[in-house]
Nanobody, 126 residues
Framework: QVQLVESGGGLVQAGGSLRLSCAASGLTFSNYRMGWFRQTPGKESLFVAT????????YYADSVKGRFTISRDNAKNTVYLQMNSLKPEDTAVYYCAARFGYSGSIYTQQDDYNYWGQGTQVTVSS
């Protein structure tokens, strides 16, 4: 059974930093592209960042480019999202997602991903 478990969320002041982690089990992690999405109440889930199977290719939403960094450790079956210079508008539930395959295409839609975590709340106060 595939499980993705996010951690590292919390309350932080504007300008602060958080690092989210997503630990994967039940799959061969290095076979999967990983992504981060976020969602606020009443709104659709929005793409944040994605990283390919090897970690050598990343892509970000314009809203987080230059502030967030996605990375992965295939030996630990974990993907990370380092979030710096946080803003109140970054407040959301953050989800990690996994997509099987080695394609070099960029995948930014929810439906592109096969497995999802339960989410972790990030709240940025002004």
């Amino acid at each position: 059974q595939v499980q993705l478990v996010e951690s590292g969320g919390g309350l932080v002041q504007a300008g602060g930093s958080l690092r989210l982690s997503c630990a994967a089990s039940g799959l061969t992690f290095s076979n999967y592209r990983m992504g981060w999405f976020r969602q606020t109440p009443g709104k659709e889930s929005l793409f944040v960042a994605t990283i390919n199977w090897s970690g050598r290719s990343t892509y970000y939403a314009d809203s987080v480019k230059g502030r967030f960094t996605i990375s992965r450790d295939n030996a630990k079956n974990t993907v990370y999202l380092q979030m710096n210079s946080l803003k109140p508008e970054d407040t959301a539930v953050y989800y990690c997602a996994a997509r099987f395959g080695y394609s070099g295409s960029i995948y930014t839609q929810q439906d592109d991903y096969n497995y999802w975590g339960q989410g972790t709340q990030v709240t940025v106060s002004s």
